[in-house]
């Protein structure tokens, strides 16, 4: 639905004083005029408002506090939130849940949010807030959710922090925490840095663990069996290792989310492993994990296994996963031929199988992705001709087969369906014959490298016309693939943010966050 002519909208809700529940989520909903917010509302029975994803300012919470004190839940996240936080907002007494995230609010947090007492959920994620957590958060005793992921957040985290005992999933990664979040730990675990079995003891409410890029380290016994059944489990960057953590077996039944990357597991990936239900997004990238992959916990949504020293064939994918959107293996040694069995995987957006030691022809079935925005098979060993089936990637936007020993002509087709394609980079195969002038409909490109090949004839006139590849840069710097999942009660956004490697100067060179920058074209 769009909204983004109705100014007055404001006036339409004061005139339902019995209105209980407004969402307008994601509908461009503009910024209302301001004779529209300065009339007093009427709607005394309304306790929950969803105004998410939408254009608005903080000038609609001058309409908001007006409603009445009896709002129970306000959602304004995904919207033009800018500044400081309003300290109008402690006069909402009776609120319980208050998502400000996916804006750009700035500024400290409120002496005022220690006046939500009934406040049960707050999450101020992905903004730019600063300075340190007040001392008054301590006075939020009913708060079961506190997420303030992806913020600056800093300085010593305040002691009464360790009164809320109430609280169930705590989100403070991607701040600047560092030392002082030891001393956080501490309070709630009643340690510095290391993180025992006993430091959870009282802890049979949790159910979301993030303790994610503060590095810190894990020391529990093998034999542990916790007291809580966690629903999702972050520890990007802690000291878990060398050995795979066998309580995760022994207590844990199922999760929706596993993030243990960059964890220091030296270890094979158990066989117990695939026996978790209801699991979404695994990530174990960037660890030393070793050995083959029989299989993996059903219903995977997002799987992560780059950077490890994993082997063998990747057979396991014929499980049939329809789940599955976004598989990264990249980085490892699995070897042989694929698998011909991509029809049950039409879900698909993101496919990284690149700097591995993979063989043979591209099968056929793997033009069953329908789905695709990423492709990515470089630096492997695969030969023959670029099946024709590919030509069904009308999504795709980075298409990277580059150090193989792919042969034939570039087709046609990849002029013709592939008009979303920003990268394409085919350096360093055996392509041979003339190129193709369908390239010329690639208005969208800004990364072309078909260098170290043997074309023939010229080069086509018509890539003048390749408007990307003349503009001065992009605005977005990096190119990055969001994907929501909803994961047992809570929304968990990953991203998959593409890299790139070309040469530059005579020396090859890696990109990543300043990918979206970038504009190159290489023929020689």
Same mark, same amino acid.
């Given at each position: 639905?769009? #909204?983004?002519?109705? #100014? ?26 301001? +004779? +529209? ?41 995904? *919207? ?39 406040? &049960? ?22 708060? %079961? ?15 009464? !922090?360790?009164? #809320? ?36 003891? *009282? ?14 380290? @894990?020391? =529990? ?18 000291? =878990? ?27 094979? !990936? ?13 990530? @174990? ?24 020293? @994993? ?5 396991? #994918? ?21 698998? *011909? ?8 957006? =993101? ?44 999504? @795709? ?18 002029? !013709?369906?592939?008009?979303? %394609? ?9 392509? +041979? ?37 003349? &503009? ?21 956004? &990953? ?30």
């Amino acid at each position: 639905m769009n #909204l983004s002519n109705f #100014l007055d909208w404001p006036k339409v809700v004061d005139k339902l004083p019995k209105l209980q529940s407004l969402t307008l989520s994601y509908c461009d909903l503009p910024i209302p005029i301001l +004779s +529209s917010l300065s009339h007093i509302n009427t709607s005394k029975s309304l306790s929950s408002v969803d105004l998410s994803g939408n254009h608005l300012t903080w000038s609609i919470f001058h309409w908001l506090s007006t409603c009445n004190t009896n709002l129970k839940s306000v959602d304004l996240s995904a *919207n033009k939130l800018s500044g400081s936080i309003p300290d109008i907002f402690g006069n909402l007494s009776s609120l319980l849940h208050l998502r400000l995230a996916y804006n750009s609010i700035e500024g400290q947090l409120p002496e005022t949010f220690g006046q939500l007492c009934s406040l &049960q959920s707050l999450d101020l994620s992905r903004n730019n807030l600063s300075g340190s957590i007040p001392d008054v958060f301590g006075n939020l005793s009913s708060l %079961l959710d506190l997420s303030l992921t992806d913020n600056s957040v800093e300085g010593q985290l305040p002691k009464t !922090i360790g009164q #809320l005992c109430s609280l169930q999933s705590l989100f403070l990664s991607g701040n600047n925490h560092s030392g002082e979040f030891s001393e956080f730990i501490q309070v709630l675990f009643g340690c510095a840095g290391v993180i025992t079995e006993a430091h959870f003891s *009282n802890l049979s409410k949790l159910q979301v663990l993030d303790l994610s890029s503060n590095s810190l380290t @894990l020391n =529990i016994r093998s034999d542990w069996l916790p007291p809580f059944q966690l629903s999702n489990i972050r520890l990007r960057s802690c000291k =878990i290792g060398p050995y795979f953590p066998k309580w995760l077996r022994t207590s844990q039944n199922s999760f929706g989310e596993l993030d243990l990357s960059d964890a220091g597991i030296s270890d094979i !990936i158990p066989s117990w492993f695939q026996d978790y239900s209801g699991s979404e997004v695994l990530n @174990l990238s960037s660890n030393q994990l070793e050995g083959p992959i029989h299989s993996l916990p059903s219903g995977l949504v997002y799987v992560d296994l780059s950077s490890n020293k @994993l082997s063998g064939r990747i057979s396991f #994918l014929c499980a049939g996963n329809r789940n599955l959107q976004l598989l990264d293996l990249s980085s490892n040694s699995f070897s042989g031929e694929l698998p *011909n069995c991509w029809k049950h995987l039409e879900n698909l957006v =993101i496919l990284d199988l690149s700097h591995n030691a993979f063989s043979g022809k591209i099968p056929s079935s793997i033009g069953s992705l329908a789905s695709l925005e990423t492709m990515k098979l470089s630096k492997n060993n695969f030969e023959g001709e670029l099946p024709s089936s590919l030509k069904n990637y009308t999504n @795709l936007k980075v298409f990277d087969i580059g150090e193989n020993r792919i042969t034939g002509m570039i087709p046609e087709w990849i002029g !013709i369906s592939f008009l979303k %394609l920003a990268i394409l980079i085919f350096r360093s195969n055996q392509f +041979s014959g003339s190129l193709p002038l369908e390239l010329c409909h690639l208005k969208n490109i800004q990364l072309l490298d078909l260098s170290r090949n043997t074309f023939s004839g010229t080069i086509p006139q018509c890539l003048n016309n390749l408007t990307t590849l003349a &503009q001065k840069g992009s605005s977005i710097p990096s190119i990055k693939h969001y994907r929501d999942f909803y994961i047992l009660a809570t929304t968990s956004l &990953q991203n998959y943010e593409d890299d790139a490697s070309f040469i530059w100067k005579g020396r090859m060179s890696d990109y990543k966050s300043t990918l979206g920058l970038v504009k190159i074209i290489d023929f020689c």
